[in-house]
């Protein structure tokens, strides 16, 4: 599976931005979609995730702000973002992750910058 983020910009504080994850194919056989995020000199963290039967969890410091979804028919997983922080600037990834019986096939998409100004 290939996945396309995009959707970064810049952005004053307290404004809104939509992410988007364009999955190649269908995201019908995907068990778990992810939006992550990095600064420089700190680890990846998990921001969001939706499973296929759509439960989500999210960062203590986006809930509320953020929401994660999924488009069926267009094969994407968006990330609405509402209410951002100079802290929410980061670049964003993407990730699927497929079970097929005990393995796990994790898949990346490239980053989406996000500058929160203030």
């Known amino acids: 599976v290939q996945l396309q983020a995009s959707g970064g910009g810049l952005v004053q504080v307290g404004g809104s931005l939509r992410l988007s994850c364009a999955a190649s194919?269908?995201?019908?056989?995907?068990?778990?979609m992810s939006w992550y995020r990095q600064v420089p000199e700190k680890q990846r963290e998990l921001v969001a995730q939706?499973?296929?039967?759509?439960?989500?969890n999210y960062l203590d410091s986006v809930k509320g702000r953020f929401t994660i979804s999924r488009d069926y028919a267009k094969n994407t997983m968006f990330l609405q973002m509402t209410t951002l922080k100079p802290e929410d600037t980061a670049v964003y990834y993407c990730?699927?992750?497929?079970?097929?019986?005990?393995?796990?096939?994790?898949?990346w998409g490239q980053g989406t910058l996000v500058t929160v100004s203030s």
């Open positions: 990730k699927a992750d497929r079970v097929t019986g005990r393995e796990i096939y994790t898949y």
């Open positions: 939706i499973t296929s039967d759509g439960r989500t």
């Open positions: 194919e269908s995201i019908f056989s995907i068990d778990a």
